[in-house]
């Protein structure tokens, strides 16, 4: 999926809206001189003349305001607009204020007019929408985030009805090539249940994730976010391009990017995502083999594989276990805290594989337990028993559980 709008789509897009124009859609033009005249004369009014001046108004100019007030090109006060819009209310020009306003939810000004306009125009509502979205309606407007609360209304009706989105939507009224109908259609996939990431394909929702990388809008997060509530962990799993992609724009678990990104999200959210990227580091490292099979199955706060050394080193907390990379193993080597910390982490950032084991087997004060991948004959995973028996009678870590 395409990362720009070309011009071809941008042609497209007009001549969708074009093909499904409605009749109380109302075009106006920000370089207009009539509309910035008839503008900066209204908002000049003084209040006495505000009622007066509605009614002498002719229709096209109330649909030019009506059609203005989602926008505020100029920037103006706004309150004269929203008397005279509030004085000459009828259908028809809600009609077209509603349908500008499908361009321009962000505006908080034009969403708290709307919210508050609401409270006593339930039959001019129910004549464009039925009068049972109205409150839906209004809390959208009010939380300052309408498509968050787009999203969570279509969530919820697709649990509870099992409807698709488009039959969910179809109430809403909302137009073709309008900003709002496509980003609902775009986002879909931050806000949606989890068999609609099955109904996708797996390369098709990547690109997806990389726009919503690109946007910086805050949908990357609500993805992330998402995605990792509705999946279970073996169902993220199946996800590796994808995990790999986040762990590139997030950063491994444990750094202060990660941290910074997930800012207040639940822990519980944090750990079965931080459980995903690391077996998926683990597998990816260990390259599948015995000890990946073994690791996976464990709880870590990181794990970070060293280049120079051919290392990989797994944060527990208080603890740490690290492995030499590759076929000729080497001793696992348990670390208190502190002690690898302050004296054992920079070795593993400045020193080649050779002098890296030399400097962990010389150094018998600094480890708490060294471990070897022992396998007597017969027994293929005695190495294992005994390092699960190490984690568990010093309470280092846990296993997963799915």
């Known amino acids: 999926m395409l990362l720009y709008i070309p011009n071809k789509l941008i042609s497209t897009k007009k001549e969708i809206i074009q093909k499904h124009k409605h009749i109380n859609d109302v075009h106006i033009d920000k370089e207009d001189s009539d509309l910035r005249t008839l503008i900066n004369r209204l908002v000049c009014l003084n209040e006495k003349d505000i009622k007066r001046e509605a009614f002498a108004l002719e229709n096209n100019a109330i649909d030019s305001i009506a059609a203005y007030i989602p926008v505020n090109y100029y ?12 004085y000459r209310a009828e259908k028809r020009f809600f009609e077209i204020l509603y349908n500008a306003w499908q361009d321009h939810f962000r505006n908080n000004e034009c969403n708290a007019f709307i919210y508050h306009w609401l409270n006593n125009n339930d039959e001019i509502f129910g004549s464009i929408l039925d009068i049972s979205l109205k409150e839906e309606y209004r809390k959208m407007l009010i939380r300052g985030d309408v498509i968050q609360g787009f999203g969570e209304y279509v969530k919820d009706n697709i649990n509870k009805t099992d409807k698709q989105l488009k039959e969910i939507l179809e109430p809403w009224k909302l137009s073709y090539g309008r900003s709002l109908l ?12 989890r068999k609609y990431y099955f109904m996708i394909s797996k390369e098709e929702l990547l690109s997806f994730v990389k726009q ?3 946007k910086k809008d805050g949908s990357f997060k609500k993805f992330v976010v998402n995605f990792v509530t509705e999946l279970k962990l073996v169902e993220l799993e199946k996800y590796d391009d994808i995990g790999n992609y986040l762990l590139g724009a997030i950063g491994n678990p444990g750094t202060p990017e990660f941290f910074d990104f997930f800012g207040d999200t639940s822990e519980k959210i944090v750990t079965k995502y931080t459980d995903w990227i690391n077996r998926l580091i683990i597998d990816d490292v260990f390259e599948n083999d015995e000890r990946s099979l073994f690791w996976r199955e464990f709880r870590f706060k990181s794990v970070t594989k060293y280049d120079r050394s051919n290392s990989v080193v797994m944060d527990m907390g208080k603890y740490y276990v690290t492995e030499f990379l590759g076929r000729a193993m080497g001793p696992m080597y348990f670390y208190k805290k502190d002690i690898f910390d302050e004296k054992v982490k920079k070795w593993f950032v400045n020193r080649d594989n050779k002098q890296l084991r030399s400097a962990l087997f010389n150094h018998e004060d600094y480890y708490f337990i060294r471990q070897e991948h022992k396998k007597p004959y017969g027994n293929e995973y005695y190495w294992q028993g005994q390092v699960a028996d190490i984690l568990q009678r010093y309470n280092m870590t846990r296993r997963i559980s799915d």
């Not at 496509?182 to 249940?193: A, D, G, Q, R, V």
């Open 75 to 86: 920037n103006v006060d706004m309150s004269n607009l929203f008397a005279i819009f509030t």
């Open 182 to 193: 496509w980003e609902m259609k775009f986002l879909l996939y931050t806000y949606c249940p």
């Open 212 to 214: 919503y990388y690109v």
